[in-house]
């Protein structure tokens, strides 16, 4: 009886700049795991994502925007911590706002796209 | 005393549908290099792309679409040959404006996060 709903797409974007620099959806939910859980080590866990890699993505953004947008104590006493800088804020910012933007123009052809998928809901 | 011109970002669009169904760019190239071709295999020459990945790609699309988006007679006289349907016109058409579209409305905010990048062309 209950007709598994069917969820709206979603979109997902990379933005590909000059010098290899790539900033896209991963980077932006670090980022804003970061903010919310003041340490690189829990946001790659809320993300199944390793230390080492949720490491590598920050050293990445860190050096490919002119200022910092990760400020981290490694270690030490209170086990480190890390905050969003006022430019990391500011990129976050961006990347969502260029998301939503994005998908709203989109949505109509999305939506017309959508209709045109064969339904598997009735697939055994 | 020429200095590398910094090219235009690139917006790069994933859409993620039910049932892991996806389409993008590579995907969008695909069909856009075999309308051009009339060939899946020279399609997938054209992108480095291996015969099987491009294959494999294509049964993709037309098992995740209602109608299919390419209709191919493999090999025999005449060594196959290709080509998109009227679906596979439409699909590759809504995907390009969803590219297009997206690209305008995030443009302006796009210019903003590449104003932000490190200016990387003056490293050795």
Known sequence: MAEPVSTAPQLRL???????????????MLLQHIGQTGSISAAGRAMSMSY??????VEEMNAMFRDP?????????????AHLT???Q???GLYQ????LA???AAADIALLQLMLRDM????
Chains 1, 2 share one sequence.
Do not use: C, N, Y
């Open 69 to 81: 947008l990760v400020t981290s104590a490694r270690g030490g006493q209170g086990g480190g911590g």
């Open 52 to 57: 080492k890699r949720a490491w590598m993505l």
């Open 14 to 28: 990379r933005i590909l700049f000059d010098h290899a620099a790539m900033m896209g959806p991963g980077k932006a």
């Open 86 to 88: 006022e430019a990391g």
């Open 103 to 105: 998908a709203t123009a």
């Open 90 to 92: 500011a990129v976050l």
């Open 97 to 100: 706002r260029i998301e939503m």
């Open 121 to 124: 809901s009735d697939k055994k």
